[in-house]
T-cell receptor, first 113, second 110 residues
Framework: KAGVTQTPRYLIKTRGQQVTLSCSPI?????VSWYQQTPGQGLQFLFE???????NKGNFPGRFSGRQFSNSRSEMNVSTLELGDSALYLC????????????FGSGTRLTVV | GQQLNQSPQSMFIQEGEDVSMNCTSS?????WLWYKQDPGEGPVLLIA?????ELTSNGRLTAQFGITRKDSFLNISASIPSDVGIYFC??????????FGTGTRLQVFP
């Protein structure tokens, strides 16, 4: 059974640019969540999607957005990149509610220069 | 953003020793999860707890869901070198968000 797949693994972008990250959940999982991980702030919740609808949202500015497709694949977009957006972006999928526990992908390491 | 208080922040122990770490919150949680993260990888689920007072084991790992629903602990017995990594607690809030702890970095020396 394939795990959660995130692409790309590494990305370098320039300030002001935008970026799109992709996440393919485990087959059959309908919930996809995104987290930002930095050394100083730990794992911060960005948003969660279930059946193409955003179910929950963290405290991030509007530059961070996401969507989920009918096949449960999800994308996350960050516009007008800032240096502070450099982080490991983790995607996690779940069967349904959080109580099932999340299975995480290996993440996308974004560096903004 | 919201985070759980996890302690200790880091631990340096000798192989064979037992390890204990805990997580506390000012809010009630409905589910507690414990994850381990290796360098360059995403966190991996170790143990899930669903009821206050629940004590669950997974091999050498044991975790408990606090009676007050505001805390949880994780014990690792007879540590081995592959236990090295960062351990995170996570709690499901009443708004159904999964909130993570600040992490405990574990280093095991032979």
């Amino acid at each position: 059974k394939a795990g959660v797949t995130q692409t790309p693994r590494y990305l370098i972008k320039t300030r002001g640019q935008q970026v799109t990250l992709s996440c393919s959940p485990i087959s059959g999982h309908r919930s996809v969540s995104w987290y930002q991980q930095t050394p100083g702030q730990g794992l911060q919740f960005l948003f969660e999607y279930f059946s193409e609808t955003q179910r929950n949202k963290g405290n991030f500015p509007g530059r961070f957005s996401g969507r989920q497709f009918s096949n449960s694949r999800s994308e996350m977009n960050v516009s007008t990149l800032e240096l502070g957006d450099s982080a490991l972006y983790l995607c996690a999928s779940s069967l349904g509610t959080v109580s099932y526990g999340y299975t995480f992908g290996s993440g996308t390491r974004l560096t903004v220069v | 953003g919201q985070q759980l208080n996890q302690s200790p922040q880091s631990m340096f122990i000798q192989e064979g020793e037992d390890v204990s770490m805990n997580c506390t919150s000012s809010s009630i949680f409905n589910t507690w999860l414990w994850y381990k993260q290796d360098p360059g990888e995403g966190p991996v689920l170790l143990i899930a707890l669903y009821k206050a007072g629940e004590l669950t084991s997974n091999g050498r790992l044991t975790a408990q869901f606090g009676i007050t629903r505001k805390d949880s602990f994780l014990n690792i017995s007879a540590s081995i070198p592959s236990d090295v990594g960062i351990y995170f607690c996570a709690g499901r809030s009443t708004t159904d968000k999964l909130i993570f702890g600040t992490g405990t970095r574990l280093q095991v020396f032979p």
